[in-house]
Nanobody, 113 residues
Framework: QLQASGGGLVQPGGSLRLSCAAS????????MSWHRQFPGQQRGLIAT???????LYADSVKGRFTISRDNAKSTLYLQMNNLRPNDTAVYFC?????????WGQGTRVTVSS
């Protein structure tokens, strides 16, 4: 139900915008978030937006990444600026409603010169 896109190869210092589009409507959304997974590790939370629009970021991305949403397009975004090689990971979106959790399929981001 969630389709993530926007990953790719970017040079250090570059930017990417990830998108997470819902194919159907999700009611009673509590939280929307982005996570990333490094090889051999579990997914880690990096950015959260509440249903009322409050945001929270992991220290590792604070000031560089911005989570946002477009309700009209049913899409969640992650704007990533000043990317570093250690941002290389697979990025996942998550939408949590009062009744279910919805994960996107993951999109790979590679930061390399």
């Amino acid at each position: 139900q969630l389709q993530a896109s926007g990953g790719g190869l970017v040079q250090p210092g570059g930017s990417l915008r990830l998108s997470c589009a819902a194919s159907g409507s999700i009611s009673n959304i509590r939280l929307m978030s982005w996570h990333r997974q490094f090889p051999g590790q579990q997914r880690g939370l990096i950015a959260t937006m509440t249903g009322t629009g409050n945001t929270l970021y992991a220290d590792s991305v604070k000031g560089r990444f911005t989570i946002s949403r477009d309700n009209a397009k049913s899409t969640l975004y992650l704007q990533m600026n000043n990317l570093r090689p250690n941002d290389t990971a697979v990025y996942f979106c998550l939408v949590q409603s009062s009744t279910a959790n919805y994960w996107g399929q993951g999109t790979r981001v590679t930061v390399s010169s």
